[in-house]
């Protein structure tokens, strides 16, 4: 199983960037996928999640700027990024949780990060 983001780079304060997560490989369906960050010299943490229904999770510090988006026949999730602030600088992950029907267990993927600087 493989998560790809894209969509990271460097913008403005008060920009927008868009992120965007293509998984492939999963022979069962995520029943979860977001987006963590890691913000430099600090621990990763959650930015937002998805469930297939539509459930949606957001931190506090990205609430009302932050819209998280799944495509579940595309296996892809995104970020719009709006109103962005130097705080928001962070590596972006992509992360997807599956139950599996082969072992029955849960396991969870991540993708390699994508980078987002936001300074003028």
């Known amino acids: 199983v493989e998560l790809v983001e894209s969509g990271g780079g460097l913008e403005q304060p008060g920009g927008s960037l868009k992120l965007s997560c293509a998984a492939s490989g999963n022979r069962f369906n995520f029943h979860t996928m977001g987006w963590y960050r890691q913000p430099p010299g600090k621990e990763r943490e959650l930015v937002a999640t998805?469930?297939?229904?539509?459930?949606?999770i957001y931190s506090d510090s990205v609430k009302g700027r932050f819209t998280i988006s799944r495509d579940n026949a595309k296996n892809t999730v995104s970020l719009q990024m709006n109103s962005l602030k130097p705080e928001d600088t962070a590596v972006y992950y992509c992360k997807g949780l599956l139950y599996s029907k082969v072992d029955y267990m849960e396991h969870e993927y991540w993708g390699q990060g994508t980078p987002v600087t936001v300074s003028s």
């Open positions: 998805m469930s297939s229904s539509g459930t949606t």
